[in-house]
């Protein structure tokens, strides 16, 4: 994630102060919610299931790109907590690298997790046909390379620069066209591209569930809604002072010239320990979205939330494709059971 070097003002000691605590306090918030969370997540899937959905093959990867960009949260926290970087400038690289690969496959992993929705609703045969473990597997590899790629500007940029005998972990530009490059570059591949896809797809699914009346779509909105706000609520602030500093950097201005730029470079600090939120909130969202199971199964919710169809466990198994399995199979009885009702109502889970 990209930071600001240029400080001809530098701000308050208050404002120091406050930032860096604040700051502190969302990264521990961030790393007592979401590390066991996400590991929860991880051993329900890879313990509790037995066969496992491709959704559910996606949201373990998703759990998976949480938890990595945690686990560098207590050296950011010591950075905070002692003002200056120890870790060398390998760290500093390779621990800003994790998180904008981690960054980049959950906002991609989303993507693909709502795109996959929106075409089941849109055209179930082709979706069946497709949503195999095998076209799964494919599809996570393509993610995690191109996440790899996509961080690649941050061991570019990223390095220690030495500021009043204390080190710290920012990126340098060799210009200012440099800078506005790598933070446009990061808003738009990061945000705005997957978000609209995010959005359209969800957009579809909504107009399609309400012209088919499908049973419990209430509940299913509420989840979609949820999921949407979460994604722009911890990444647009952060995004949105990319395109600021973008904006002056392309104008001429210098990082923290004047009091804007000054409000821009403290508002990022808490922005970017804003942003390590966004990685424990996955799981709470699947409790949402348990209902029911979370009081019935237990310690079992996610994996019975996430448990593959009986078309889709048969298919993996016998090496054919979803469409022939639903074709074989007997039509299903006019009432479902209260898990087969939860699997409707959570649809963008699935």
Not at 29 to 56: H, Y
Request: aromatic content about 8%; overall charge positive; some cysteine.
């Amino acid at each position: 994630m990209a930071m600001n070097t240029t400080s001809p003002a530098p701000p308050s000691s208050q404002a120091v102060t406050f930032i860096s605590l604040l700051a502190i306090i969302l990264l521990s918030v961030a790393l007592a919610v979401g590390l066991p969370g996400n590991s929860f997540v991880m051993w329900s899937i890879l313990v509790r299931m037995r066969k496992r959905s491709v959704t559910a093959l996606l949201v373990l990867n998703l759990a998976l790109a949480d938890l990595a960009v945690l686990l560098t949260a207590p050296f950011f926290l010591h950075s905070l907590a002692r003002g200056t970087w120890i870790f060398g400038v390998a760290g500093c690289r390779l621990f800003h690298y994790v998180c904008g690969v981690s960054m980049y496959a959950s906002v991609l992993l989303i993507t693909a997790m709502s795109l996959d929705r929106s075409l089941a609703v849109a055209l179930p045969f082709v979706s069946q046909k497709m949503r195999t473990k095998a076209c799964a597997w494919r599809l996570l590899a393509v993610i995690w390379v191109v996440a790899l790629l996509l961080a690649t500007p941050v061991i570019v940029y990223r390095t220690l620069v030495e500021k009043n005998r204390r080190l710290i972990c920012f990126p340098v530009y060799s210009s200012k066209n440099h800078m506005a490059f790598h933070l446009l570059f990061e808003a738009f591949t990061g945000f705005l591209l997957p978000f609209l896809a995010v959005v359209a797809s969800y957009l579809d699914i909504g107009r399609r569930l309400r012209a088919r009346r499908f049973r419990r779509s209430r509940r299913t909105g509420r989840l979609v809604a949820l999921i949407i706000l979460a994604f722009a609520a911890f990444w647009l602030p952060y995004h949105l002072v990319n395109l600021a500093e973008a904006g002056r950097a392309l104008a001429g201005r210098k990082a923290r010239e004047g009091p804007v730029g000054e409000q821009l470079h403290l508002a990022r600090s808490v922005l970017i320990a804003l942003a390590f939120l966004s990685s424990s909130v996955n799981p709470l969202l699947y409790a949402c979205a348990g209902g029911g199971l979370l009081r019935s199964a237990g310690l079992g919710f996610v994996a019975k939330l996430l448990e593959a169809t009986g078309s889709e466990a048969s298919s993996t198994r016998r090496g054919v494709t979803l469409g022939q399995t639903v074709r074989d199979a007997p039509p299903p009885p006019p009432e479902s059971s209260p898990a087969e009702s939860l699997t409707v109502s959570s649809e963008p889970l699935q």
